[in-house]
């Protein structure tokens, strides 16, 4: 199968803009399923929770999942996104998966809020969940939740051999972490990275790293985008390869997990 990202580079609040270059960009990918950034079509950095209630859209009712569910029709691609939902008025950083059949498949909302966004959003409430989608199974988790390695794990023991990674990375930590998620858990990961800068909070000025990448279960970086282009990439994967946990002929990172001794 062909799987890539799309990195971009949103302005902050210009919600149309923002998706519709987005969707211009899967439409020039050859991919069956394409992964892009967290937040991908707001922005990042809201200065309080009105404005991201404002900004937010409604479980799969919004101009950005309408949009990517159009596109995901047309082109007969999966996509996930990260975006700004609206439950109430709560705000989740959630990620949703859509496809050319179904729809909205699945959303997930961040369980590790980053810093700041702790003061935005409510914190996740959904479980890591794996879903089929034909030529892979696929699982979702948001930008620092690569720092809390259960969340990959728990995603990969449920299944999947593909790890969607919408991000907003500030940090430079991710990039080089994500290779050790995609190796003690034998699977993919597509980590979707934006570019640019938002300076809305006077002294707090994010500086957005890029190196959107594809990592291969065996740790090999597919490919690895740097920190100043907006650009769209897939590659051929093979899936096979994220199901053999073996390690070597007696070592198998599921099974041989000493789960006995982890009492915390
Ligand atoms: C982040 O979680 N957006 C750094």
Same mark, same amino acid.
């Given at each position: 199968?062909?799987?890539?990202?799309?990195?971009?580079?949103?302005?902050?609040?210009?919600?149309?803009?923002?998706?519709?270059?987005?969707?211009?960009?899967?439409?020039?990918?050859?991919?069956?399923?394409?992964?892009?950034?967290?937040?991908?079509?707001?922005?990042?950095?809201?200065?309080?929770?009105?404005?991201?209630?404002?900004?937010?859209?409604?479980?799969?009712?919004?101009?950005?999942?309408?949009?990517?569910?159009?596109?995901?029709?047309?082109?007969?691609?999966?996509?996930?996104?990260?975006?700004?939902?609206?439950?109430?008025?709560?705000?989740?950083?959630?990620?949703?998966?859509?496809?050319?059949?179904?729809?909205?498949?699945?959303?997930?909302?961040?369980?590790?809020?980053?810093?700041?966004?702790?003061?935005?959003?409510?914190?996740?409430?959904?479980?890591?969940?794996?879903?089929?989608?034909?030529?892979? %199974?696929?699982?979702?988790?948001?930008?620092?939740?690569?720092?809390?390695?259960?969340?990959?794990?728990?995603?990969?023991?449920?299944?999947?051999?593909?790890?969607?990674?919408?991000?907003?990375?500030?940090?430079?930590?991710?990039?080089?972490?994500?290779?050790?998620?995609?190796?003690?858990?034998?699977?993919?990961?597509?980590?979707?990275?934006?570019?640019?800068?938002?300076?809305?909070?006077?002294?707090?000025?994010?500086?957005?790293?890029?190196?959107?990448?594809?990592?291969?279960?065996?740790?090999?970086?597919?490919?690895?985008?740097?920190? %100043?282009?907006?650009?769209?990439?897939?590659?051929?994967?093979?899936?096979?390869?994220?199901?053999?946990?073996?390690?070597?002929?007696?070592?198998?990172?599921?099974?041989?997990? %000493?789960?006995?001794?982890?009492?915390?």
């Amino acid at each position: 199968m062909k799987a890539g990202f799309i990195q971009t580079s949103p302005i902050f609040g210009r919600v149309r803009e923002n998706v519709e270059d987005a969707v211009k960009r899967i439409r020039a990918l050859d991919a069956d399923l394409v992964v892009l950034p967290e937040l991908f079509s707001t922005g990042y950095q809201f200065r309080n929770r009105a404005e991201a209630l404002n900004l937010a859209e409604d479980t799969g009712a919004g101009y950005a999942v309408t949009r990517l569910m159009d596109t995901a029709r047309d082109m007969k691609v999966y996509i996930v996104a990260g975006l700004a939902e609206r439950v109430g008025n709560r705000v989740y950083n959630s990620s949703v998966l859509v496809g050319p059949r179904e729809g909205l498949i699945g959303t997930y909302r961040k369980a590790h809020l980053f810093w700041n966004e702790k003061k935005i959003f409510a914190a996740g409430d959904t479980d890591f969940d794996v879903y089929d989608i034909g030529k892979a %199974r696929v699982g979702m988790m948001i930008c620092f939740d690569w720092i809390f390695p259960e969340a990959a794990r728990t995603l990969a023991l449920k299944g999947a051999d593909i790890i969607c990674h919408p991000s907003n990375l500030v940090l430079p930590y991710c990039p080089q972490a994500m290779i050790t998620r995609s190796i003690e858990n034998r699977v993919f990961s597509i980590t979707a990275n934006r570019i640019g800068s938002e300076g809305r909070i006077r002294g707090r000025n994010l500086k957005f790293i890029g190196q959107s990448q594809i990592v291969a279960p065996d740790g090999t970086v597919i490919f690895r985008t740097g920190g %100043r282009k907006a650009e769209g990439k897939s590659f051929e994967i093979s899936v096979k390869e994220a199901r053999r946990k073996n390690i070597t002929p007696l070592n198998n990172v599921f099974t041989d997990r %000493r789960i006995d001794l982890f009492n915390l």
